[in-house]
């Protein structure tokens, strides 16, 4: 029987603005990813000029944005305002956004502004955490312009609905960070997080006494800034609108499935204990 003591999944709630629990994932993340920085603008109208390529994702409030003077955007929640070094922008309302600082050079192809509501180069693409054909999901920023239209692998990040997604994990070799940035949430959103994928593949290995303990759930609602490291499995579901974001993008062949492991943890002990997504138990998946 495994009696490891793990750490828990770090949650943030960003309504009020930063918490120590943000502190943490600031901590945590700036280990796991050198190079990057990450930082939360509460109620500000003002963003300055600095060297860095950074990323805005609006969180709260919304109006129109000028850029340097001379480029201007209405902008909303579950948009991206794109900053290059040297630029400046200024609100005519207050708002608040999640921000991640890059060390990578941003293609001059990608727009100061994206807002998945509003550009008609940005549709519904089902797949990943939101297989459903009806699914809202749509991509903002991806690692291949099979899916997107505006490609870049240091960031990637798109605004999905979740409502039923399947089990999977990033592998810590070749894989990336992931941060859910809840934006609506009906009372049955969740989260299933396991940090003991090990003993979920090797599955023979686990005992009936490690099955209440072996995947925790969260209760998810608005302002929640979820931060799920690589190697950490999880699962969104019962309808929450997430912009998610990765670090790196969403390398192929990252997205690793545990359904069909779940369900065979179940059926050698003759029960339906472990929750698991059934259409993606019947084999091993990886997108």
Same mark, same amino acid.
């Given at each position: 029987?495994?009696?490891?003591?793990?750490? %828990?999944?770090?949650?943030?709630?960003?309504?009020?603005?930063?918490?120590?629990?943000?502190?943490?994932?600031?901590?945590?993340? +700036?280990?796991?990813?050198?190079?990057?920085?990450?930082?939360?603008?509460?109620?500000?109208?003002?963003?300055?000029?600095?060297? &860095? !390529? *950074?990323?805005? !994702?609006?969180?709260?409030?919304?109006?129109?944005?000028?850029?340097?003077?001379?480029?201007? =955007?209405? !902008?909303?929640?579950?948009?991206?305002?794109?900053?290059?070094?040297?630029?400046?922008?200024?609100?005519? =309302?207050?708002?608040?956004?999640?921000?991640?600082?890059?060390?990578?050079?941003?293609? =001059?192809?990608?727009?100061?502004?994206?807002? %998945?509501?509003?550009? @008609?180069?940005?549709?519904?693409? @089902?797949?990943?955490? +939101?297989?459903?054909?009806? +699914?809202?999901?749509?991509?903002?920023?991806?690692?291949?312009?099979?899916?997107?239209?505006?490609?870049?692998?240091?960031?990637? &990040? #798109?605004?999905?609905?979740?409502?039923?997604? !399947?089990?999977?994990?990033?592998?810590?070799?070749?894989?990336?960070?992931?941060?859910?940035?809840?934006?609506? +949430?009906?009372?049955?959103?969740?989260?299933?997080?396991? *940090?003991?994928?090990?003993?979920?593949?090797?599955?023979?290995?686990?005992?009936?006494?490690?099955?209440?303990?072996?995947?925790?759930?969260?209760?998810?609602?608005?302002?929640?800034?979820?931060?799920?490291? *690589?190697?950490?499995?999880?699962?969104?579901?019962?309808?929450?609108?997430?912009?998610?974001?990765?670090?790196?993008?969403?390398?192929?062949? &990252?997205?690793?499935?545990?359904? #069909? #492991?779940?369900?065979?943890?179940?059926?050698?002990?003759?029960?339906?204990?472990? @929750?698991?997504?059934?259409?993606?138990?019947?084999?091993?998946?990886?997108?």
């Amino acid at each position: 029987m495994n009696t490891t003591k793990l750490e %828990p999944i770090l949650i943030s709630n960003l309504q009020e603005g930063k918490d120590e629990v943000f502190a943490n994932v600031q901590s945590e993340f +700036a280990k796991n990813n050198p190079g990057y920085q990450l930082d939360y603008l509460f109620e500000t109208q003002l963003v300055e000029q600095t060297d &860095a !390529f *950074r990323l805005l !994702f609006i969180q709260q409030g919304g109006g129109t944005v000028d850029l340097n003077g001379h480029a201007s =955007s209405k !902008f909303s929640i579950g948009d991206i305002i794109v900053m290059r070094p040297a630029d400046q922008i200024y609100s005519d =309302s207050v708002f608040s956004a999640l921000v991640i600082s890059s060390p990578d050079e941003l293609p =001059s192809d990608i727009p100061p502004f994206i807002r %998945p509501d509003w550009d @008609p180069n940005i549709t519904d693409v @089902p797949g990943g955490c +939101a297989t459903e054909s009806n +699914a809202y999901r749509r991509i903002l920023l991806t690692w291949t312009s099979s899916v997107g239209k505006y490609v870049y692998h240091s960031v990637n &990040a #798109h605004r999905v609905r979740l409502m039923d997604s !399947f089990t999977h994990y990033h592998p810590i070799d070749g894989g990336f960070d992931e941060f859910y940035l809840v934006q609506m +949430a009906a009372p049955t959103a969740k989260l299933l997080t396991s *940090r003991r994928v090990r003993e979920i593949e090797n599955n023979q290995e686990v005992e009936k006494s490690e099955l209440e303990n072996l995947i925790q759930s969260h209760s998810l609602k608005v302002g929640d800034f979820v931060y799920l490291p *690589r190697g950490v499995m999880h699962r969104g579901l019962g309808n929450a609108l997430v912009q998610v974001i990765t670090v790196p993008g969403f390398v192929p062949g &990252a997205e690793i499935g545990l359904d #069909h #492991h779940l369900l065979s943890i179940n059926n050698r002990f003759k029960s339906l204990t472990l @929750p698991y997504n059934k259409e993606a138990s019947a084999k091993a998946i990886v997108k």
